[in-house]
């Protein structure tokens, strides 16, 4: 059939409206309970994720349904009308300047109706059903005040005429917009719907970004203003439990109510009889959330009286969802609980900001015709600015817990630090330490970073208006914490001219002293206002069960095996892999070496490495020392142990790391080896064969492929830092647990989550969503050990074929010295290779640092002289540090605070050009720059730079380009005539 006859049948046929009148009578058959009221939700936002059901968006429509609501999917006819409406746009911008536009466009508007007629007679078919589409230039006009049609791409400006055409129509209680990670259209239409809400307030509007929000937080918020699309219900139980006698049991004794909170860090519980406190306790539990429960609900039926099947219970939190039921406890949306609690203590509060272990929130009351509407916001992804990002920063720091409390805000200078990631405010305490400020001034800096991070992204634009309301644990204990959110609110206040009604900041800043109980004093207040048969206690017999077996039969069935099979398996491995580590140190039997040696440096970002070869290239010492931001400080402390051991008559003396460049002159340096050729050296030293190298370090990881000997290909991980030694050394910090003790914990497990590859702050997104299943720290370290070399190959190597690189792989690195990450290394490889040749190396630690002496050792095999300037030379050098404004990097907005450091040598040329001058006979070491960029000084130093390149480029022309110039100039007429 050609394609006008199909098109014509298509119209004209009953086919199609014959089978939606069947499927109409079939539908009519279901019987459903018209008296129950739901509120009616609808998706919008990127087409398949609004039409798909499972995984890709976190099953979000049955979820909605097993919440209590009537989902309304958008239909496809819509998006395709959508595409219609933008061929016909073009038409309309071109009318009169194209030609036959005018008419190309009234074609496409018959095109157009005839669509939009067959549409609606398949429509009557089916009982009126889907609801009748909208205009899509209705839609346009409603989105013009906030979203340019012309802005086309996703789905442009019909996302936000949607929701405005879904609220005037009143066509459903609640928009629920989904987009992909990082989608730009849709995070245009997410940000004009800022716009809208501030407009139309009472639209309630969740935008969730899949796989960029957590699933826990995702749903967590779209159940929260899903409550209030729900709202003349929860209005009339606020109600009862307001004006309501107490809740009695059926022998007449009062009832107890029981609020429990299980957080991401931990477990909040209050129990309350006749409206007074009778018991309350939060602890950690250490990602044994199930198991802290437990306890908690013995103790509460051994000191409180908690009786089973008399009393009440009530759940909330994130790690809530899989517990509640089995004690019989109802189940409610941690916001909604703290916002009831709020309204029911503080009704003149207008902004709350509570911060928790894992999460933030803030909730912005404001006052409507009937009463009062919430408008929360979350963090999504990243756990920057919560109570964990604040203790494992001041971990990294050593502040114990009592210190940390107490260390104040008002009258400390304040540094930059990262108030978004984690990972990056960790990157910038230490370099902060490193160029000597103080702890003190470190942690106010934090503290200013955690109320930017909420003023600044969780408050959208808007203003948090007095009285305002802290919660949450850091808020109530960290009083620099206290400090910072009066500061900078009171400074916004004054900013923006919010009126105070005469009252002082400090008045309009409230930090209750039941501050952690706020969530579990709200369960208590909506929880008396349910039905009696309602969240009644069942007893701990189902959560016994749970926790000895119930858990542990769900991870086998869910979750991958552990690590290793069994002791054979481990016995295995251990046999090929587990070496007494190698002695390399002073050691007061060994034989004093006679003549030169060759050593090698390696300037890390975290430590420094040092080696000592003989010129046979035999290791005959080894030794590190930690950074301490200053490099001359960590080189001279390197070098006092290589001289402590004996090792004085210097051959040769090369350097590797980001410390080669800074340090080649003033050590004297033969040679600066760039890192991946020291690395590929030293394995092809005791390697010769190899096929590929694997470094993985502190914060960085290197693949390096080779042929023939030679360095073929690399890669390197340019952005994240998720498949190194970082992110494990930092849960297994959080969990209390050694870093020597990773892999023996790792082990332990018999079986592990399946965490996702990619990104770090993701990756600590989906440890909180396991730690709420029930896995334990064992359990996650092994997961995390499981997914680095998928991080390595995968996300940082885009190493999709991993035969293709060879067989025999060489893994090196300080992060190779954990030895799960080891078998998890060899089992990936194994997995993709099956006979791969797994090789670690013997000195994974050392590596760069052997691969550069070996380079120092070939360049003296050629016969020349070392540059090296003596240990006595070294030990004495004369050096100035400069921390000040004017030494601040002004290369990109980070503004980096860096360290000039002026070594005294007697070669050196000075910097009479600089803005901070050094004269002849000084060389400047620039610490503390974050990037390579800011080892230019200024720009200045560009000039500089730049100069000798135009230099360099008159001296060594660019024939090919002088030809090209010349092969290709315009011909003038005088030169014709010449």
């Known amino acids: 059939m050609s394609p006008k006859k199909s098109v014509l049948w298509h119209l004209t046929t009953p086919y199609f409206a014959r089978a939606m009148r069947e499927v109409h009578r079939k539908f009519s058959a279901i019987e459903v309970d018209r008296l129950r009221v739901k509120p009616t939700v609808k998706i919008t936002g990127e087409f398949y994720l609004q039409t798909v059901e499972g995984d890709p968006n976190y099953n979000i429509h049955r979820w909605l349904e097993a919440e209590g609501a009537e989902v309304y999917p958008a239909a496809i006819t819509i998006w395709m009308e959508y595409l219609l409406r933008l061929g016909l746009q073009r038409f309309e911008d071109y009318s009169g300047i194209e030609k036959h536009a005018r008419l190309k466009l009234g074609l496409g508007r018959?095109?157009?109706?005839v669509y939009r007629l067959t549409v609606n007679r398949l429509r009557r078919a089916m009982g009126n059903l889907p609801h009748e589409s909208p205009s899509q230039f209705e839609l346009r006009r409603l989105a013009a005040p906030y979203f340019n049609s012309r802005l086309d791409g996703g789905e442009g400006d019909m996302l936000v005429g949607k929701t405005l055409w879904a609220y005037h129509k009143k066509k459903a209680h609640m928009i629920c917009e989904l987009s992909p990670y990082s989608c730009m259209p849709n995070t245009m239409s997410i940000g004009a719907m800022a716009g809208v809400i501030g407009k139309y307030p009472e639209i309630l509007y969740a935008p969730l970004e899949i796989k960029g929000d957590a699933e826990v937080h995702a749903l967590s918020r779209c159940q929260m203003i899903l409550t209030e699309a729900d709202s003349p219900r929860r209005h009339r139980r606020r109600h009862r439990s307001k004006a309501g006698p107490a809740c009695r049991q059926a022998d007449g004794k009062v009832m107890k109510l029981v609020g429990v909170d299980v957080g991401s860090t931990t477990v909040k519980a209050v129990v309350m009889e006749d409206g007074k406190v009778r018991w309350q306790d939060y602890q950690r539990h250490n990602t044994r959330q199930a198991e802290k429960v437990q306890e908690f609900l013995g103790r509460m039926e051994t000191e409180a009286g908690l009786t089973a099947g008399a009393d009440r219970v009530f759940f909330t939190g994130s790690g809530a969802g899989f517990i509640a039921p089995l004690?019989?406890?109802k189940l409610i949306q941690e916001v909604v609980a703290v916002a009831a609690c709020v309204e029911r203590q503080h009704p003149d509060v207008r902004f709350v900001s509570e911060i928790g272990g894992e999460d933030m929130k803030t909730i912005f009351f404001t006052a409507t015709g009937t009463g009062r509407s919430k408008q929360v916001y979350m963090q999504s992804a990243c756990s920057g600015g919560t109570g964990t990002f604040i203790e494992k920063t001041a971990r990294k720091l050593q502040v114990p817990g009592e210190r940390l409390a107490a260390m104040p805000y008002e009258g400390m200078s304040l540094h930059k630090v990262s108030s978004k990631c984690g990972i990056f405010a960790e990157t910038d305490a230490n370099t902060l330490v490193k160029t000597g400020v103080p702890v003190e001034e470190i942690i106010a800096s934090l503290f200013e970073a955690v109320v930017y991070q909420n003023l600044a992204t969780l408050t959208k634009g808007n203003t948090p208006a007095p009285e305002v309301l802290l919660l949450g644990g850091p808020n109530l204990f960290f009083k620099g914490l206290q400090e910072a959110w009066r500061h900078h609110l009171a400074k916004l206040w004054t900013q923006r001219k919010v009126d105070l009604g005469g009252r002082t900041p400090a008045e309009l800043i409230v930090v209750p002293s039941e501050a952690l109980y706020y969530a579990c004093l709200g369960c208590i207040e909506i929880g008396g206002g349910e039905k009696p048969e309602i969240g009644v206690y069942q007893g701990r017999d189902k959560l016994t069960w749970w926790v000895e077996t119930g858990q542990h039969e769900a991870k086998a069935k869910d979750g991958a095996r552990g690590l290793v099979a069994g002791p054979g398996d481990?016995?295995?491995?251990?046999?090929?892999?587990v070496k007494p580590a190698p002695t390399c140190g002073i050691d007061a039997s060994r034989v004093p070496h006679v003549g030169p040696v060759l050593l090698g440096c390696d300037f890390g970002s975290t430590t420094a490495k040092a080696v000592v070869l003989s010129e046979e290239r035999e290791l005959l010492f080894s030794c590190y020392a930690l950074s301490k931001g200053n490099p001359i400080e960590d080189a001279q402390a390197l070098?006092?142990?290589?001289?402590?051991?004996?090792?004085t008559d210097v051959g040769a003396l090369a350097l590797t790391g980001y410390g080669k460049d800074l340090l080649t002159d003033v050590l004297g340096a033969d040679l600066g080896v760039v890192e991946t050729v020291a690395h590929a050296t030293a394995a092809l030293h005791f390697y010769p064969d190899a096929d590929v190298i694997c470094d993985v370090g502190g914060t960085d990881v290197k693949i390096m492929i080779l042929r023939q000997g030679t360095v073929a290909d690399f890669r390197l991980n340019s952005q994240c830092s998720s498949g190194n030694g970082a992110f494990l050394q930092g849960v297994a910090e959080r969990y209390n647990i050694p870093l020597e003790a990773y892999a023996d914990r790792a082990f332990e497990a018999k079986a592990m989550p399946s965490l996702a590859m990619g990104c770090g702050v993701f990756l600590q997104s989906d440890i909180v969503n396991q730690q709420r299943k029930g896995w334990s720290a064992e359990e996650i370290m092994a997961a995390l050990a499981a997914v680095l070399p998928v991080n390595v190959w995968i996300y940082a190597g885009q190493l999709q074929n991993l035969k293709a690189a060879g067989r025999k792989f060489i893994l090196q690195?300080?992060?190779?010295?954990?030895?799960?990450?080891?078998k998890a290394?060899?089992?990936?490889?194994?997995?993709?290779?099956?006979?791969?040749e797994v090789v670690l190396h013997?000195?994974?630690?050392?590596?760069?640092?052997?691969?550069?002496?070996?380079?120092?050792?070939?360049?003296?095999?050629?016969g020349q002289a070392s540059r090296f300037r003596g240990f006595d030379t070294l030990a004495a050098l004369t050096y100035t540090s400069t921390t000040s404004a004017a030494t601040v990097c002004k290369w990109c907005p980070i503004n980096c605070t860096r360290t000039f450091i002026d070594v005294q040598l007697p070669d050196a040329k000075g910097r009479e050009w600089s803005k901070l001058p050094l004269a002849a006979?000084?060389?400047?070491?620039?610490?503390?720059?974050?990037?390579?960029?800011?080892?230019?000084?200024?720009?200045?130093?560009?000039?500089?730079?730049?100069?000798?390149?135009?230099?360099?480029?008159?001296?060594?022309?660019?024939?090919?380009?002088m030809v090209r110039k010349d092969a290709f100039r315009r011909v003038t007429a005088a030169a014709v005539a010449d």
């Open 921 to 961: 006979g000084w060389e400047r070491v620039i610490s503390g720059n974050s990037c390579p960029k800011g080892l230019v000084e200024d720009v200045n130093e560009m000039r500089v730079v730049k100069a000798k390149l135009e230099e360099v480029k008159r001296e060594y022309p660019n024939v090919a380009e």
């Open 570 to 577: 481990l016995a295995t491995f251990v046999g090929e892999y």
């Open 639 to 647: 070098f006092r142990q290589v001289r402590e051991a004996g090792f």
């Open 327 to 329: 004690v019989g406890a």
């Open 110 to 113: 018959v095109a157009q109706g």
């Open 825 to 836: 290394q060899v089992d990936f490889i194994r997995g993709k290779v099956p006979d791969a």
């Open 813 to 822: 690195g300080g992060t190779h010295r954990n030895m799960a990450v080891v």
């Open 842 to 862: 013997p000195y994974s630690g050392e590596a760069g640092a052997i691969g550069a002496a070996l380079c120092a050792g070939d360049r003296r095999a050629r």
